[in-house]
């Protein structure tokens, strides 16, 4: 396996900043891992895990070991009549595991389909769209102890999975590199068409396929996403805020059009884009950073954009927000 020193990160992050890391490793299997870990020369400097680098906002250059788990392998484990397990390396991209599943009928990720990014991530985040969460089909995820360089696993209930959260992102953060996941998926799939735009697009099918959905919602997402290629972005920028429903009232008195979702008891969840966009932040460009015209939880870096510019726009719509609605946004992005 190869270090690689003063790695630059521009084309390993979909925001095309232009970063640099002191040094650079992919372990392609779990072995390789744990001898980099263990090596005298890497022991007591700081690390961090990238995946394909499609939810990361790199502020500078990264004066440490950054570590990109390449384990590419996709194995049935366990099978019955009705439910397959498969083990995925986390370096897997995820939409090809979504193809993976779908030209095979197995269901439970068709929904999550053009997500960017690899299968290593999709538990630190919980990823989720169209009304289904990657927590839904987790069953196992397997990783290794950065410090200790031990290997463990935990159960999909033991991740403390929540919205676009997990204990991989709180008690575990920086401390582990996931290296597989085993999703459990069913040979008998129900087609989920809870979102609005989902259900429109279905009425043309009589009985819709896993394929006819996983079109519709790259459809969808291409329609309403920029492509990374051409402008550089990470996807939602902020997560949508959960907040009471005392709140959310106060909010539809002066705006009736507010959608919200329920969450919890005495709380809902309404949408970050809304709030962006009253507040005028849509479609605007501030010098070489700005907001998508088509989804306000996209921010956009264009050529030459520095990770502080795209940081102040971030903290400039949270104030905003904050001082109209009285409601925090959060982003959903990790900024190191």
Same mark, same amino acid.
């Given at each position: 396996m190869e270090i690689i020193q003063n790695q630059n990160l521009k084309k390993l992050n979909t925001l095309g900043l232009n970063a640099f890391a002191k040094y650079f490793a992919s372990p392609s299997s779990t072995e390789e891992l744990k001898t980099l870990l263990k090596d005298p020369e890497y022991l007591n400097i700081q690390k961090m895990v990238i995946g394909f680098g499609s939810n990361i906002l790199f502020s500078g250059d990264f004066d440490g070991l950054l570590i990109h788990? #390449?384990? $590419?392998?996709? %194995?049935?484990?366990?099978?019955?009549? /009705?439910?397959?397990? !498969? &083990?995925?390396g986390a *370096?897997?991209?995820?939409?090809?595991?979504? $193809?993976?599943?779908?030209? &095979?009928?197995?269901?439970?990720?068709?929904? +999550? #389909?053009?997500?960017?990014?690899?299968?290593?991530?999709?538990?630190?985040?919980n990823v989720g769209a169209y009304g289904v969460e990657a927590k839904d089909s987790i069953s196992e995820v397997e990783f290794v102890n950065i410090y200790s360089a031990c290997e463990n696993k935990l159960k999909g209930k033991e991740c403390r999975f929540g919205y676009r959260d997990s204990i991989f992102k709180r008690e575990l953060k920086s401390k582990v590199v996931i290296t597989f996941v085993t999703f459990k998926l069913t040979?008998?799939?129900?087609?989920?068409? #809870?979102?609005?735009?989902v259900a429109e697009a279905l009425k043309g099918f009589a009985h819709p396929s896993l394929q006819n959905l996983r079109d519709i919602i790259i459809n969808i997402r291409k329609r309403k996403l920029?492509?990374?290629?051409?402008?550089?972005?990470?996807?939602?920028?902020?997560?949508?805020?959960?907040?009471? /429903?005392? @709140?959310?009232?106060?909010? !539809?008195?002066?705006?009736? $059009? +507010? %959608? =919200?979702?329920?969450?919890s008891p005495g709380y809902c969840k309404i949408p970050a884009a809304w709030l962006i966009e009253?507040?005028?932040?849509?479609?605007? =460009?501030? *010098?070489?950073?700005g907001v998508h015209a088509n989804q306000p939880l996209?921010? +956009?870096?264009?050529?030459?954009? &520095? *990770?502080?510019? +795209? @940081?102040?726009?971030?903290?400039?719509? &949270?104030?905003?927000?904050?001082? =109209?609605?009285?409601?925090?946004?959060?982003?959903?992005?990790?900024?190191?």
């Open positions: 788990p #390449s384990m $590419t392998e996709i %194995k049935i484990v366990k099978e019955s009549e /009705e439910f397959v397990y !498969l &083990r995925v *370096g897997v991209k995820w939409d090809d595991l979504v $193809t993976y599943a779908v030209d &095979r009928g197995w269901g439970g990720l068709e929904n +999550l #389909s053009w997500i960017p990014g690899c299968v290593g991530a999709a538990p630190v985040q040979k008998y799939p129900l087609i989920n068409s #809870s979102y609005a735009d920029p492509d990374p290629a051409v402008v550089g972005n990470a996807g939602s920028f902020f997560k949508n805020p959960v907040i009471s /429903e005392k @709140i959310a009232n106060s909010i !539809l008195s002066d705006y009736p $059009t +507010l %959608k =919200r979702f329920t969450a009253k507040c005028g932040f849509k479609g605007k =460009r501030f *010098g070489n950073v996209v921010l +956009l870096a264009y050529e030459g954009a &520095r *990770g502080e510019e +795209l @940081i102040e726009l971030s903290e400039k719509i &949270r104030q905003t927000v904050k001082e =109209r609605f009285g409601v925090d946004i959060e982003p959903e992005v990790n900024i190191c």
